[in-house]
């Protein structure tokens, strides 16, 4: 609500200029006159109930055509005094011709405030009879009145609208009721003008006086309504109601509304106030105390905390830059009042600088007797990591135990200058998921006596969360890194970075690019995180990240680490691991004691083999996970009658399995000419892989299908046309290519696929289905061809044959190239299954493909009348 009083606004013309005093000094007077002659009609009651103006009402005849002046943004009551200022032409000529007769006007407010010269259409159909009561005219040619509301009144129609607007009008007094109900509105609308009031001064006393002893509501509710911020629709609507009880509703929620906004505003004013009142006596009381402890040569609470962050500086140890950086903030902390918001954020830094692992650091356990426990303790198999391990605190242990000898060197011996001497170590497990690679790194901190710390990188797109923000920003706070190592309190922790393949990169940066300088043995030692913004030494610190795939990791980061492979677990070393930690386990997790459940190696390898499809063990854990619960609600209902899970009873328990892939390679292979069976290596381990062909009548096409990438595309063209340059080999027509339209499908159709190592699989494929052999259902393969015929290697051997034993394939053909690294498959594997390596395509098809005498020749496996020559098994 505005500091003063509702001002009328002009007609048709709001920038009036005024040049006089003696015109400002009239204006006032016009104002007071106004106000007073409000207040007058206020106190008013006369015994009709309408006051002063139902006299009017009753005494005015009104004339046939009444001049109509529009007002901007303004509705006048009746009842009411209000000053008016005139400045279009038009309405000064309304003014001149009123004032020379009865003095009689319509005011009706415009719809538009916005409007020059608004015509009928307009205007509302509402206003009020008015009557001028003094004029004025200003030296700048404008006029100004004083005019009262005398009654309500609605136009009927327009008669002119030159040289200003008349229009035919009647009255339309309001109905006014007396009741209880009417009362309460009345004492309810006084009591929030009144509240009102104590909120805005500049509302006249004598109007809220007057309003506290009004007995007519109609009265009350103009009186009002005229002094109050309103907008011009709800104005022009109280006038409309008809009803007095109606004109008081509207008014009090009008009121209440805008009592809450006074309300609100006072409340914020308070606050805001009050908040620099106290600020102001703390600063006051704080400077006394500064004042009475100096009297009594204490030292105040800042000077306090000043020492107590110099002594912790001196005993953190710290680097002689980062002491200096250090003190230089703990200076300037000292000269700063604690009310200053940089206090807080120097503050902040010196306590992150004072509570870094600077000089603290785990004593290393070096016997390698005891590490080699821990780690076959808490893992199966896993050889390569675990050599590793003990190849890295071996050498920690005879540099150790021959430092003196290095002391005492002659000068004369060769001194690196260029390389530091290493202290950490940086390794990257890779493998499919459920090998173990996160649990190792807690049982590496075992066996080493250090502090594990694991950090999660997948998802991380912004640089900043491995540097930190720089102090410039609002909330700033060091990278994850560095909040890790005051985490762990330790300079020597083995932290591993889980899921080092799924970072991101967006706009804010790239993550990887900034662990580069992390896992940089040449650089880490001076680590600078942006918010500490001196050096850090990471050298300590054992690095271990894992990661399912090498292909997302960036080049340049992954130069920078020791890859050791995971591959999948064989089925005996599964049955070993359930029996050894997962079965006991469940066992602990569900509530058992170590007599109530046990499992056979047999009933461990049916769940391997039919409930699970994976290189790890955790799908495994989970289906030991639901028998042991199923034992768990036995012994709850009061059936002890199992306590040792044999090979029958898994079938009862977790109801039919879930695979079986000697059987699916049976039923899609059937003998049926077109189709072989591949390796394939993905981040979940090594997996089988189908490759079908069919042949129809066609115009030699060939097409592929199953999302493959680029390079499996490239292969299968390869393929083709090296067995279409065989053909007379194979015993095919010269003309076999012209007639038929070849189709090569990989499924499943959705997941994609890429790689050149399903050539030999492709090329098999095709073979068959031309010559009418089948593929033997016991074999599988993997290579890449090229155009000659040769047979090339690939990686993943181990991967793909342990997915061979797994799916119960006893056959697999590898090229020749690959042999060494049948060498890294277990002997259990190597055992079971006989390998065959190849330099040429044409060795692959001796050994993949069923004798021609116990297969159908291509004719007889060809059909007429337009129908396909070979369908692919479904």
């Known amino acids: 609500m505005p500091d003063d009083p509702k001002k009328p606004v002009d007609d048709e013309n709001q920038d009036i200029p005024e040049d006089e005093q003696t015109t400002e000094q009239t204006i006032e007077t016009a104002k007071q006159d106004a106000e007073e002659r409000a207040v007058d009609l206020a106190h008013n009651d006369v015994a009709d109930g309408t006051g002063e103006a139902a006299d009017a009402e009753t005494t005015i005849d009104l004339p046939d055509s009444l001049p109509i002046l529009p007002l901007r943004g303004l509705v006048v009551y009746p009842f009411t005094t209000i000053p008016l200022t005139i400045g279009q032409p038009r309405s000064v000529k309304l003014v001149d011709d009123v004032v020379a007769g009865d003095r009689l006007i319509g005011m009706v407010a415009s719809k538009d405030p916005d409007l020059e010269t608004p015509g009928p259409e307009d205007i509302y159909e509402y206003g009020t009879l008015g009557q001028i009561n003094r004029l004025f005219r200003a030296p700048d040619g404008t006029i100004r009145l004083l005019v009262q509301g005398v009654a309500r009144i609605k136009v009927e129609e327009y008669t002119a609208s030159e040289p200003f607007l008349q229009a035919r009008v009647t009255y339309a007094p309001e109905t006014v009721e007396k009741d209880i109900e009417v009362e309460a509105l009345m004492r309810n609308v006084v009591e929030q003008f009144g509240r009102m009031a104590d909120l805005v001064p500049s509302i006249p006393s004598e109007l809220i006086n007057a309003a506290l002893n009004v007995n007519e509501p109609l009265q009350l509710v103009y009186a009002l309504a005229t002094y109050i911020r309103i907008a011009l629709e709800d104005q022009q609507n109280l006038l409309r109601l008809d009803a007095v009880i109606d004109k008081l509703r509207t008014l009090m929620s009008i009121l209440t509304k805008e009592l809450e906004v006074l309300e609100l505003g006072h409340k914020i004013q308070s606050e805001a106030q009050s908040e620099m009142e106290k600020m102001q006596r703390e600063y006051f009381l704080r400077e006394q105390l500064k004042a009475i402890q100096r009297e009594l040569g204490e030292g105040d609470e800042q000077a306090v905390e000043v020492e107590e962050f110099r002594r912790k500086i001196e005993q953190a140890n710290m680097p002689e830059e980062a002491a200096r950086e250090a003190r230089r903030e ?24 004072v509570n870094l692992p600077w000089d603290v650091r785990t004593e290393d356990n070096l ?63 890779v493998g499919p998921p459920g090998v173990g690679k996160t649990s190792l790194g807690t049982s590496i901190a075992r066996a080493m006596g250090r502090r594990f710390t694991r950090m999660s990188l997948g998802g991380i797109r912004d640089e900043a969360e491995i540097r930190g923000f720089r102090r410039t920003y609002i909330g700033a706070m060091p990278g994850r890194l560095v909040q890790t190592m005051r985490r762990v309190n330790s300079r020597n922790p083995v932290i ?84 050894q930690y997962l079965v006991p386990r469940q066992i602990r997790e569900n509530g058992l004691r170590p007599d109530e459940l046990a499992f056979t190696d047999a009933a461990i390898l049916k769940i391997v083999r039919d409930y699970t499809r994976e290189a790890g063990v955790r799908n495994l854990e989970r289906e030991i996970g639901r028998v042991a619960r199923k034992i768990v609600t036995r012994i709850a209902e009061g059936r002890e009658d199992l306590t040792t899970v044999d090979k029958d009873d898994i079938l009862g328990l977790l109801d039919h399995p879930r ?17 072989a069976v591949g390796l394939s290596v993905t981040v979940f381990g090594g997996d089988v892989l189908f490759v079908e062909a069919a042949q129809m009548p066609g115009s030699k096409g060939f097409q592929y299908t199953g999302q493959l990438g680029q390079v499996m595309q490239e292969s299968a063209r390869t393929a083709f046309s090296y067995v279409r340059s065989k053909a007379g080999d194979l015993k095919l027509d010269s003309d076999y290519f012209e007639k038929r339209d070849i189709h090569l499908h990989v499924p499943a159709g959705a997941v994609p696929k890429d790689g050149p190592s399903a050539g030999v699989t492709m090329a098999t494929a095709l073979a068959s289905l031309f010559t009418g052999r089948p593929v033997r259902s016991n074999v599988a393969m993997t290579g890449e061809i090229t155009l000659r015929g040769q047979v090339l290697p690939v990686g993943g051997i181990k991967d793909k044959v342990l997915a061979a034993h797994r799916a119960g394939l006893d056959t697999v053909i590898l090229p020749r190239r690959n042999e060494h690294d049948v060498d890294d498959v277990p002997e259990d594997v190597r055992k079971s299954v006989e390998f065959v390596l190849v330099d040429e395509v044409d060795d692959v098809l001796d050994a993949a493909l069923m004798p021609a005498d116990d297969a159908a020749t291509p004719h007889k496996a060809a059909q007429q009348d337009g129908q396909p020559i070979s369908e692919p098994s479904t």
């Open 330 to 353: 703990l200076d300037r902390l000292s000269r700063l009042p604690t009310a200053a918001a940089e206090y807080g954020v120097i503050r902040t830094y010196l306590d992150w600088m």
């Open 367 to 429: 016997e390698i007797v005891h590490a080699r426990g821990v780690l076959d303790e808490d893992h199966y198999g896993l050889q390569d990591i675990k050599e590793r391990i003990l190849e890295y605190l071996a050498v920690r242990k005879l540099r150790q135990e021959r430092a003196d000898e290095f002391e005492t060197e002659d000068e004369d011996s060769p001194v690196d200058l260029v390389r530091r001497e290493r202290k950490g170590a940086i390794l990257c497990f």
């Open 496 to 579: 591993m970075l889980d899921e080092v393949d799924k970072l991101g990169r967006d706009f804010r940066g790239d993550p990887a690019s900034a662990l580069l300088e992390v896992l940089d043995p040449e650089q880490n030692f001076e680590f600078r995180d942006h918010y500490l913004d001196v050096a850090f030494d990471l050298s300590e610190v054992m690095f271990i990240t894992t990661a399912n795939t090498l292909e997302t990791i960036p080049g340049p980061l992954l130069d920078r680490m020791e890859i050791i492979q995971l591959s999948g677990y064989t089925e005996l070393e599964k049955v070993q691991i359930a029996q």
């Open 659 to 675: 695979f079986g892939y000697q059987t699916e390679i049976e039923e899609r292979t059937a003998d049926t000419p077109g189709i």
